[in-house]
């Protein structure tokens, strides 16, 4: 029996971790001990999603959480590398890009512990996001990289990996296997502002439903929490200025607010007239993707399920690990400049896209992922 202790500690690793880890008690052959760092720990940002997507309690639990990148990851690092001593996994998996996935990696790379790494590849090739940081030096240290696309693939080929023992295996995207899986499960916000909801001719809102649009009227859902937006003042103002002026003269704009950017726009005196809400649990999101007439983000994950849910995407950055959406046209980036992103906005409006299962895989990544690790780490 295989070993294998996944580290997870953010919001978008619960919802990854949780498609695999299915697959992983679908088969016989592996063990999985699962290591939480405590980097997200509002029940809206983490328990929610335990709770929903059917994740086991984890069997540790650390409670790392605030202070500075280097302080944060040093904390995660030392506490990890103790965890795996007592554990002994044969092999160590991390997700994505946040400071618990270079902690897990590097931890385990230290103690010569073989390190998997899902979305392998992914750049954005701006050094400032410490997402980039972070997977870059995961990447290095990882023996198996499990890449969602083949832009990642590439990636990793011009980086040389192609000239080292690493194991660069294209699955496709896990996230695609979550939306996929869990799509039949949506459910309304309970805190859903009436505005936005489709009433009869008693003015009676709409019950709970799950039949498509016609229960809701015209809605942007808009999520913003990235660094790069939220810690840069002009770029965080110009947004919620685009956010208010869309919210005005476009279309009622819905935002779930990240407890950082909540935070930020407080500290920098700003006004959301938007409808806001607290973060939603997965279920919830995938309704509101499914209602929503164009999403607007600058979320990794909610680019490609704006995609997977078939709306156009407006995204408030200035590179997007996932170009391929932009390729074909169903993500625009605009970067934060108010005059740009309400122009984008006005002309995505209601726009469909259609996702026909070629670019991340079409729900098959976890099954791939895993059928990978039962080879063992010696293969
Ligand atoms: N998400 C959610 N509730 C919210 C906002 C986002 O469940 O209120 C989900 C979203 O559907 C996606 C994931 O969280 O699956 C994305 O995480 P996030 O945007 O925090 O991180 P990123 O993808 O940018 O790393």
Not at 325 to 331: D, I, M, P, Q, T
Request: aromatic content about 6%; some cysteine.
């Amino acid at each position: 029996m295989q070993r294998i202790l996944t580290i997870i500690g953010a919001r978008p690793q619960f919802i990854k971790a949780s498609v695999v880890s299915k697959a992983i008690q679908a088969q016989e052959g592996i063990e999985e001990i699962l290591l939480h760092t405590g980097q997200h720990f509002d029940a809206n940002m983490s328990d929610v999603f335990f709770d929903q997507l059917g994740i086991p309690r984890p069997d540790v639990q650390l409670d790392i959480h605030g202070g500075s990148h280097g302080a944060m990851t040093g904390r995660m690092l030392e506490q990890i590398e103790a965890v795996i001593l007592s554990e002994k996994p044969d092999r160590v998996m991390v997700y994505g890009d946040t400071n618990s996935t270079l902690a897990g990696a590097l931890a385990a790379a230290k103690l010569h512990v073989p390190v998997a790494h899902v979305e392998a590849g992914l750049r954005s090739f701006n050094m400032r996001m410490p997402e980039e940081v972070n997977r870059i030096l995961t990447d290095q240290i990882s023996d198996l990289l499990f890449c969602p696309t083949d832009t990642a693939v590439r990636n990793l080929a011009k980086e040389g990996f192609d000239d080292k023992p690493t194991q660069v295996l294209k699955v496709g995207d896990v996230m695609q296997d979550a939306a996929l899986f869990f799509a039949q499960r949506a459910v309304r916000p309970a805190d859903m502002p009436a505005e936005l909801l489709a009433t009869d001719e008693h003015g009676k809102a709409h019950a709970e439903g799950k039949e498509g649009a016609s229960q809701a009227n015209p809605f942007v859902l808009a999520t913003l929490h990235r660094a790069e937006n939220t810690d840069d003042p002009v770029r965080l103002a110009g947004i919620v200025e685009a956010l208010n002026r869309i919210h005005q003269d476009v279309a009622p704009v819905l935002l779930p607010l990240h407890p950082r950017t909540r935070a930020a726009i407080a500290r920098q005196g700003l006004e959301l007239l938007t409808h806001t809400i607290d973060p939603v649990g997965y279920f919830e999101m995938i309704w509101l993707l499914n209602h929503c007439d164009l999403v607007m983000t600058d979320s990794g994950g909610v680019q490609k399920e704006a995609f997977f849910f078939g709306k156009a995407c407006v995204t408030m950055r200035d590179q997007t690990e996932w170009v391929e959406l932009v390729e074909n046209g169903a993500n625009e980036l605009v970067g934060a400049d108010t005059g740009r992103i309400e122009e984008a906005v006005r002309r995505h409006l209601g726009r469909r896209v259609k996702d026909d299962g070629e670019l991340y895989g079409g729900g098959k990544a976890s099954e791939r992922i895993v059928e990978h690790l039962l080879q063992g780490v010696d293969a």
